[in-house]
Protein backbone atom coordinates (compact mmCIF):
# COMPACT_ATOMS: atom_id res chain seq x y z
CA UNK A 1 0.00 0.00 0.00
CA UNK A 2 1.39 3.20 -0.94
CA UNK A 3 2.16 6.23 1.86
CA UNK A 4 2.33 9.17 -1.04
CA UNK A 5 -1.52 9.44 -1.85
CA UNK A 6 -1.42 13.78 -2.88
CA UNK A 7 -1.58 12.84 -6.45
CA UNK A 8 -3.28 10.28 -8.29
CA UNK A 9 -0.39 10.59 -10.65
CA UNK A 10 3.39 11.43 -9.76
CA UNK A 11 5.86 11.35 -12.36
CA UNK A 12 9.59 11.02 -10.67
CA UNK A 13 13.57 10.98 -11.47
CA UNK A 14 16.23 9.86 -9.37
CA UNK A 15 19.72 11.13 -9.00
CA UNK A 16 22.39 8.84 -8.15
CA UNK A 17 22.36 5.06 -9.00
CA UNK A 18 23.07 2.88 -6.38
CA UNK A 19 21.38 0.11 -4.25
CA UNK A 20 18.57 2.26 -3.05
CA UNK A 21 17.76 3.52 -6.25
CA UNK A 22 17.32 -0.24 -7.63
CA UNK A 23 15.44 -1.27 -4.44
CA UNK A 24 13.24 1.78 -5.09
CA UNK A 25 12.38 1.34 -8.94
CA UNK A 26 11.73 -2.61 -8.49
CA UNK A 27 9.11 -1.30 -5.26
CA UNK A 28 7.54 0.98 -7.55
CA UNK A 29 7.46 -1.67 -10.71
CA UNK A 30 5.66 -3.91 -7.45
CA UNK A 31 3.02 -1.26 -7.17
CA UNK A 32 1.85 -0.24 -10.95
CA UNK A 33 -1.42 0.87 -8.60
CA UNK A 34 0.46 3.56 -6.85
CA UNK A 35 0.25 6.41 -10.10
CA UNK A 36 4.00 6.59 -9.36
CA UNK A 37 6.68 6.61 -12.46
CA UNK A 38 10.20 6.65 -12.77
CA UNK A 39 10.73 8.84 -15.83
CA UNK A 40 14.58 9.03 -15.41
CA UNK A 41 17.76 8.60 -14.20
CA UNK A 42 20.72 10.68 -13.73
CA UNK A 43 24.27 10.18 -12.64
CA UNK A 44 27.77 11.04 -13.60
CA UNK A 45 28.61 7.27 -14.09
CA UNK A 46 26.94 5.26 -17.02
CA UNK A 47 24.96 2.31 -15.27
CA UNK A 48 25.99 -1.28 -16.53
CA UNK A 49 23.88 -3.19 -19.28
CA UNK A 50 22.50 -5.49 -16.27
CA UNK A 51 22.06 -2.81 -14.16
CA UNK A 52 17.86 -2.03 -13.45
CA UNK A 53 18.34 1.78 -13.99
CA UNK A 54 19.85 0.84 -17.39
CA UNK A 55 16.79 1.35 -19.38
CA UNK A 56 15.77 5.00 -17.42
CA UNK A 57 19.48 6.61 -17.82
CA UNK A 58 19.00 9.78 -19.29
CA UNK A 59 22.77 11.47 -18.88
CA UNK A 60 24.70 12.96 -16.34
CA UNK A 61 23.47 15.21 -13.31
CA UNK A 62 24.59 18.23 -15.25
CA UNK A 63 21.76 17.93 -17.42
CA UNK A 64 19.36 17.99 -14.93
CA UNK A 65 17.90 21.49 -15.85
CA UNK A 66 17.37 19.89 -19.49
CA UNK A 67 15.56 16.53 -18.27
CA UNK A 68 13.09 18.77 -16.02
CA UNK A 69 12.18 20.55 -19.12
CA UNK A 70 11.80 17.23 -20.71
CA UNK A 71 9.64 15.34 -18.23
CA UNK A 72 7.81 17.60 -16.28
CA UNK A 73 8.58 15.33 -12.84
CA UNK A 74 6.50 15.96 -9.84
CA UNK A 75 9.23 14.82 -8.02
CA UNK A 76 12.98 14.58 -7.77
CA UNK A 77 14.02 11.77 -5.28
CA UNK A 78 18.21 12.10 -4.52
CA UNK A 79 19.77 8.83 -3.74
CA UNK A 80 23.40 9.84 -4.28
CA UNK A 81 25.92 8.36 -1.97
CA UNK A 82 27.90 11.06 -2.00
CA UNK A 83 26.53 14.37 -2.35
CA UNK A 84 29.39 16.98 -1.45
CA UNK A 85 30.52 18.95 -4.31
CA UNK A 86 28.05 16.52 -6.80
CA UNK A 87 24.55 17.50 -6.04
CA UNK A 88 23.19 20.13 -8.58
CA UNK A 89 22.11 22.14 -6.07
CA UNK A 90 21.10 25.22 -7.77
CA UNK A 91 19.25 23.47 -10.15
CA UNK A 92 17.59 21.90 -7.04
CA UNK A 93 16.71 24.84 -5.52
CA UNK A 94 15.20 26.31 -8.13
CA UNK A 95 13.13 23.32 -9.54
CA UNK A 96 11.91 23.53 -5.70
CA UNK A 97 10.99 27.23 -5.00
CA UNK A 98 10.40 28.08 -8.83
CA UNK A 99 8.80 24.78 -10.11
CA UNK A 100 7.08 23.54 -7.21
CA UNK A 101 9.08 20.25 -7.82
CA UNK A 102 9.28 18.03 -4.36
CA UNK A 103 12.90 17.44 -3.92
CA UNK A 104 13.02 14.54 -1.29
CA UNK A 105 15.56 12.06 0.28
CA UNK A 106 15.54 8.59 -0.99
CA UNK A 107 15.61 6.60 2.25
CA UNK A 108 12.66 9.04 3.17
CA UNK A 109 10.47 8.77 0.22
CA UNK A 110 11.44 5.24 0.19
CA UNK A 111 10.22 5.01 4.07
CA UNK A 112 7.04 6.84 2.95
CA UNK A 113 6.18 4.87 0.13
CA UNK A 114 6.83 0.94 1.27
CA UNK A 115 5.70 1.53 5.29
CA UNK A 116 9.19 0.11 5.98
CA UNK A 117 12.40 1.61 7.19
CA UNK A 118 15.34 1.26 4.66
CA UNK A 119 18.23 -0.83 7.03
CA UNK A 120 20.85 0.13 4.67
CA UNK A 121 20.43 4.18 4.40
CA UNK A 122 20.44 4.00 8.76
CA UNK A 123 23.43 5.73 10.13
CA UNK A 124 24.96 5.83 13.99
CA UNK A 125 25.15 9.44 13.70
CA UNK A 126 21.24 9.68 11.65
CA UNK A 127 19.90 7.77 14.77
CA UNK A 128 21.43 9.70 17.51
CA UNK A 129 20.60 13.10 16.17
CA UNK A 130 17.50 12.78 14.80
CA UNK A 131 15.87 11.79 17.68
CA UNK A 132 12.84 9.84 15.38
CA UNK A 133 13.49 6.53 17.46
CA UNK A 134 12.82 8.22 20.53
CA UNK A 135 9.34 7.33 22.12
CA UNK A 136 7.48 9.89 23.85
CA UNK A 137 7.14 9.52 27.32
CA UNK A 138 3.83 10.49 27.12
CA UNK A 139 2.63 8.43 24.11
CA UNK A 140 3.98 5.46 26.29
CA UNK A 141 2.13 6.35 29.36
CA UNK A 142 -1.34 6.91 27.07
CA UNK A 143 -0.40 3.86 24.94
CA UNK A 144 -0.35 1.55 28.27
CA UNK A 145 -2.70 3.07 30.26
CA UNK A 146 -5.44 2.51 27.02
CA UNK A 147 -3.90 -1.18 26.45
CA UNK A 148 -4.44 -2.15 29.69
CA UNK A 149 -8.11 -0.99 29.57
CA UNK A 150 -8.72 -2.63 26.63
CA UNK A 151 -7.10 -5.52 27.94
CA UNK A 152 -9.37 -5.74 31.11
CA UNK A 153 -12.77 -5.39 29.35
CA UNK A 154 -11.67 -7.84 26.45
CA UNK A 155 -10.66 -10.63 29.62
CA UNK A 156 -14.33 -9.52 31.16
CA UNK A 157 -16.11 -9.69 27.30
CA UNK A 158 -14.68 -12.89 25.75
CA UNK A 159 -14.10 -14.84 29.35
CA UNK A 160 -16.86 -17.59 27.80
CA UNK A 161 -15.02 -17.89 24.35
CA UNK A 162 -12.21 -18.12 25.91
CA UNK A 163 -13.69 -21.03 28.23
CA UNK A 164 -14.93 -22.90 25.28
CA UNK A 165 -11.64 -22.79 23.64
CA UNK A 166 -9.57 -24.18 26.58
CA UNK A 167 -12.20 -27.19 26.79
CA UNK A 168 -12.11 -27.60 22.98
CA UNK A 169 -8.39 -27.71 23.30
CA UNK A 170 -8.24 -30.40 26.20
CA UNK A 171 -10.68 -32.33 24.64
CA UNK A 172 -8.39 -32.40 21.25
CA UNK A 173 -4.75 -33.12 22.15
CA UNK A 174 -3.22 -33.59 25.72
CA UNK A 175 -1.23 -31.74 27.33
CA UNK A 176 -1.86 -28.12 28.91
CA UNK A 177 -4.45 -25.59 27.42
CA UNK A 178 -1.53 -23.05 27.61
CA UNK A 179 1.66 -22.41 26.23
CA UNK A 180 4.26 -20.39 27.74
CA UNK A 181 7.64 -19.34 26.72
CA UNK A 182 10.48 -16.58 27.43
CA UNK A 183 10.25 -13.57 25.22
CA UNK A 184 12.06 -10.46 25.28
CA UNK A 185 10.20 -7.38 26.64
CA UNK A 186 11.06 -3.52 26.50
CA UNK A 187 14.68 -2.81 26.90
CA UNK A 188 15.10 -6.80 26.04
CA UNK A 189 13.50 -7.47 29.54
CA UNK A 190 12.54 -10.56 29.87
CA UNK A 191 8.97 -12.24 30.61
CA UNK A 192 6.57 -14.94 30.28
CA UNK A 193 4.46 -15.05 27.08
CA UNK A 194 1.26 -17.02 27.05
CA UNK A 195 -0.86 -18.36 24.27
CA UNK A 196 -3.20 -21.10 23.86
CA UNK A 197 -1.51 -24.22 23.08
CA UNK A 198 -1.98 -25.06 19.24
CA UNK A 199 0.51 -27.62 18.98
CA UNK A 200 1.48 -31.44 20.12
CA UNK A 201 3.84 -32.04 23.21
CA UNK A 202 6.94 -33.82 22.35
CA UNK A 203 8.28 -35.23 19.21
CA UNK A 204 11.25 -34.45 17.40
CA UNK A 205 11.72 -31.07 16.01
CA UNK A 206 13.02 -30.81 12.41
CA UNK A 207 13.82 -26.89 13.44
CA UNK A 208 12.36 -24.51 15.20
CA UNK A 209 10.45 -22.68 12.79
CA UNK A 210 6.96 -23.17 12.91
CA UNK A 211 6.69 -23.88 9.18
CA UNK A 212 8.77 -27.07 9.31
CA UNK A 213 6.63 -28.33 12.01
CA UNK A 214 2.90 -27.90 10.44
CA UNK A 215 2.50 -31.53 10.78
CA UNK A 216 2.40 -31.16 14.92
CA UNK A 217 -0.62 -28.49 14.64
CA UNK A 218 -3.94 -30.07 15.90
CA UNK A 219 -7.07 -29.54 14.92
CA UNK A 220 -8.32 -27.04 17.23
CA UNK A 221 -4.92 -25.44 16.67
CA UNK A 222 -5.30 -25.10 13.10
CA UNK A 223 -8.57 -22.72 13.52
CA UNK A 224 -6.70 -21.07 16.43
CA UNK A 225 -3.96 -19.91 14.21
CA UNK A 226 -6.03 -19.29 11.23
CA UNK A 227 -7.91 -16.73 13.25
CA UNK A 228 -5.37 -15.38 15.67
CA UNK A 229 -7.29 -16.60 19.21
CA UNK A 230 -4.09 -18.26 19.99
CA UNK A 231 -2.92 -15.17 21.05
CA UNK A 232 -5.84 -14.15 23.74
CA UNK A 233 -4.41 -14.85 26.61
CA UNK A 234 -1.58 -12.31 25.86
CA UNK A 235 -4.35 -9.89 27.61
CA UNK A 236 -3.03 -11.08 30.62
CA UNK A 237 0.32 -9.95 29.54
CA UNK A 238 -0.93 -6.95 29.00
CA UNK A 239 -2.73 -6.29 32.15
CA UNK A 240 0.62 -7.22 34.08
CA UNK A 241 2.90 -4.20 32.08
CA UNK A 242 4.77 -6.58 29.71
CA UNK A 243 2.86 -6.02 27.00
CA UNK A 244 1.07 -3.34 25.08
CA UNK A 245 -2.30 -3.96 22.16
CA UNK A 246 -0.11 -2.41 19.56
CA UNK A 247 3.83 -2.72 18.90
CA UNK A 248 6.37 -5.31 17.45
CA UNK A 249 5.98 -8.55 17.78
CA UNK A 250 8.25 -9.80 21.00
CA UNK A 251 10.87 -12.33 20.24
CA UNK A 252 12.08 -15.14 21.94
CA UNK A 253 14.88 -14.75 23.99
CA UNK A 254 16.82 -17.73 23.06
CA UNK A 255 17.01 -15.57 19.78
CA UNK A 256 17.46 -12.47 20.83
CA UNK A 257 21.98 -12.64 20.62
CA UNK A 258 21.09 -13.77 16.86
CA UNK A 259 18.61 -11.03 15.56
CA UNK A 260 21.19 -8.78 17.64
CA UNK A 261 24.36 -9.84 15.44
CA UNK A 262 22.00 -10.39 12.40
CA UNK A 263 20.39 -7.30 11.95
CA UNK A 264 23.69 -5.35 12.58
CA UNK A 265 22.91 -4.23 9.05
CA UNK A 266 26.07 -2.32 6.77
CA UNK A 267 24.99 0.92 6.24
CA UNK A 268 25.29 2.18 2.11
CA UNK A 269 25.99 5.71 3.40
CA UNK A 270 28.87 5.10 6.08
CA UNK A 271 29.84 1.92 5.49
CA UNK A 272 29.73 0.93 9.03
CA UNK A 273 27.78 -1.84 10.56
CA UNK A 274 24.54 -0.31 12.47
CA UNK A 275 23.11 -1.75 15.27
CA UNK A 276 19.65 -1.80 13.80
CA UNK A 277 17.50 -4.67 15.76
CA UNK A 278 17.96 -3.01 19.53
CA UNK A 279 15.94 -0.21 18.48
CA UNK A 280 12.56 -2.58 18.22
CA UNK A 281 13.00 -2.98 22.02
CA UNK A 282 12.87 0.81 23.07
CA UNK A 283 8.86 0.28 22.94
CA UNK A 284 6.59 -2.52 25.22
CA UNK A 285 6.13 -5.41 22.68
CA UNK A 286 2.59 -5.62 20.98
CA UNK A 287 -0.32 -8.09 20.88
CA UNK A 288 -0.39 -7.38 16.92
CA UNK A 289 2.23 -4.77 15.34
CA UNK A 290 2.89 -3.28 12.17
CA UNK A 291 4.60 -6.12 10.71
CA UNK A 292 1.68 -8.51 11.56
CA UNK A 293 -0.68 -6.73 9.33
CA UNK A 294 1.98 -5.64 6.58
CA UNK A 295 4.12 -9.11 6.24
CA UNK A 296 2.17 -11.75 8.21
CA UNK A 297 4.43 -14.73 9.32
CA UNK A 298 8.33 -15.17 9.01
CA UNK A 299 9.80 -18.58 8.57
CA UNK A 300 12.98 -18.20 7.99
CA UNK A 301 16.29 -15.06 9.13
CA UNK A 302 15.34 -13.23 6.01
CA UNK A 303 12.03 -12.86 6.48
CA UNK A 304 12.92 -11.44 10.01
CA UNK A 305 14.89 -8.91 8.61
CA UNK A 306 12.03 -7.73 6.56
CA UNK A 307 9.77 -7.82 8.95
CA UNK A 308 12.51 -5.54 10.98
CA UNK A 309 12.03 -2.91 8.44
CA UNK A 310 8.26 -2.41 9.01
CA UNK A 311 8.55 -2.59 13.10
CA UNK A 312 11.14 0.48 13.02
CA UNK A 313 8.83 2.15 10.95
CA UNK A 314 6.69 1.78 13.63
CA UNK A 315 9.00 3.00 16.04
CA UNK A 316 9.93 5.66 14.39
CA UNK A 317 6.45 6.77 14.13
CA UNK A 318 4.53 5.88 16.44
CA UNK A 319 1.13 7.17 17.23
CA UNK A 320 -2.30 6.56 18.39
CA UNK A 321 -4.00 6.96 15.27
CA UNK A 322 -1.08 4.64 13.96
CA UNK A 323 -2.22 2.26 17.19
CA UNK A 324 -5.93 2.61 15.71
CA UNK A 325 -5.02 2.27 12.38
CA UNK A 326 -3.20 -1.38 13.20
CA UNK A 327 -6.13 -2.31 14.98
CA UNK A 328 -8.58 -2.14 12.69
CA UNK A 329 -6.45 -4.14 10.22
CA UNK A 330 -5.86 -6.78 12.44
CA UNK A 331 -9.34 -7.12 13.14
CA UNK A 332 -9.66 -7.62 9.42
CA UNK A 333 -7.22 -9.69 9.24
CA UNK A 334 -8.91 -11.79 11.91
CA UNK A 335 -12.61 -11.58 10.35
CA UNK A 336 -10.88 -13.24 6.81
CA UNK A 337 -9.23 -15.83 8.69
CA UNK A 338 -5.69 -15.88 6.56
CA UNK A 339 -4.32 -19.31 7.71
CA UNK A 340 -1.11 -18.77 9.68
CA UNK A 341 0.80 -20.27 6.55
CA UNK A 342 0.05 -17.94 4.04
CA UNK A 343 3.28 -16.23 2.45
CA UNK A 344 3.96 -12.69 3.39
CA UNK A 345 2.32 -10.35 0.52
CA UNK A 346 5.68 -8.27 0.49
CA UNK A 347 8.02 -9.00 -1.48
CA UNK A 348 11.89 -10.12 0.26
CA UNK A 349 14.61 -8.37 -1.64
CA UNK A 350 16.34 -11.57 -2.87
CA UNK A 351 19.47 -9.13 -2.73
CA UNK A 352 19.02 -8.13 0.47
CA UNK A 353 18.46 -11.47 1.49
CA UNK A 354 22.03 -13.07 0.59
CA UNK A 355 23.22 -10.68 2.70
CA UNK A 356 22.57 -12.10 6.03
CA UNK A 357 23.06 -16.37 7.02
CA UNK A 358 19.76 -18.76 7.32
CA UNK A 359 20.08 -20.08 11.02
CA UNK A 360 17.73 -23.09 10.83
CA UNK A 361 17.55 -23.26 14.83
CA UNK A 362 15.69 -20.08 16.01
CA UNK A 363 12.82 -19.84 18.10
CA UNK A 364 9.23 -19.64 16.01
CA UNK A 365 8.83 -15.29 16.86
CA UNK A 366 5.68 -14.77 15.28
Known sequence: MSFITARKEMRIIILGITKATGELIREIDNRPRSGLTVVGVLDDHVPAASDPTNHLFLGPLSGLERVIEQ???????????????HSPLR???????????VVEDAARFAERFTGQVPLEALTPMGIVYSGSFRPSAVYQACAHALSVLAAILALVALSPLLALIAAAIKVDSPGPVLFRQTRAGARGRPFALLKFRTMTDGGARRSEWEADNRDR?????????AFRLDELPQFVNIVRGEMNLVGPRPHPVSNLALFTVVARNLSDV??????????RLLVRPGLTGWAQVRYRYANNLHEEIEKLRFDLYYVRHLSLWLDLRIMFETIAVMARGHAASRPAPAPVRRAQARRYAFHPKVSRTT
Open 71 to 85: RRPHCIVVALAERRG
Open 91 to 101: VLLDAYVSRGI
Open 217 to 225: VTRVGKWLR
Open 270 to 279: TGVAVGCYPL
